[in-house]
């Protein structure tokens, strides 16, 4: 991966292994990067440091799932194999539209206001830039799914009030 990446990209992604909890913002403007791109290389230097740590050696024989402990986990485990997640997929494919479709909408905004925030040397605390996205993801359902769902709209409206409420010392 990181022999693709351009010197600078290079950087940020060792910086990232070197320091996986390192503040994206932060990060961001010690190396003069845009937000998105710096997001990209925290998630691919944490997913290879991911990997490593999971490459295990072969077994012989087959691993046999423990069986869950409490009620609560054989609960879960129940539903997981009885849910119906073709039923589920095709309520939401016609309450938000196509997943592709509603996915190329959001990506496309979301490049293009971190293209505009790199243009401008803005940086974003990971609250404001995580409620951007939402706030285009809610955008995107309503323009490609139902734009009477009530919750995207509230949903926008919360977003934004939590990053008002942060920036007035009121986190949550």
Known sequence: MSQ????????????????????????AAKFKMSMSNVYK????????????????????????PPEPKTSWQKIV?????????????????????K??????LM?????????????????FADDQWEALEMIVHKMGRIVNGDPDVVDHWVDIAGYATLISDRLGGNAR
């Open 107 to 123: 990506q496309a905004v979301k490049r293009e206001l971190a293209a505009h925030a790199a243009k401008h040397g803005k940086t």
């Open 41 to 64: 290389l925290k998630a691919s230097a944490n997913s290879i440091k991911v990997t490593a740590q999971k490459t295990k050696p072969a077994r012989l024989l087959p691993e046999i």
């Open 4 to 27: 693709l990446l351009s010197p600078k990209g290079k950087k940020v992604f060792d910086y990232f292994v070197a320091n996986p909890a390192a503040n994206a913002s932060k990060v």
């Open 77 to 97: 485990k129940e539903v997981k194999e009885t849910a119906n997640v073709d039923k589920t997929l095709d309520a939401r494919a016609e309450m938000y539209g």
């Open 99 to 104: 997943f592709k479709d509603g996915a190329s």
